[in-house]
């Protein structure tokens, strides 16, 4: 189905298979001859993930750590620069500057968004 605006819409069920989830950044770095990527150990409550970015020109490592994000928990893995990203985390962009999507409210790392 198309809108009216040319993008697809998806139904519900499609949406539900999209895995989203808090995460907490336990550490943050540089990826090494990479000027846009940081790498991110993320915290699900009992399971961690590595997940490179593009956020560097907007974000520096020590601003991520203990930051709580949301990510799309079930993306399958791609290598970039080399490293697995075993996810993506969710950001805004009107253009210039790239903003973190997070929560308003303190919740448990690994809680599902819905």
Known sequence: MESETGRNLIDVDYFRKIDLRVGKVLEAEDVPNSTKLLKLKVSFGETAKTILS??????????????KIIVIYNLKP?????????????????GNDIVLLTTDKDVNEGSRIS
């Open 54 to 67: 593009g956020i560097k020109k907007n974000y520096s490592p020590q601003d991520l750590v203990g930051k």
């Open 78 to 94: 791609a290598k970039l620069m080399g490293l697995e990203s075993e996810g993506m985390l969710l950001a805004a962009s009107d």
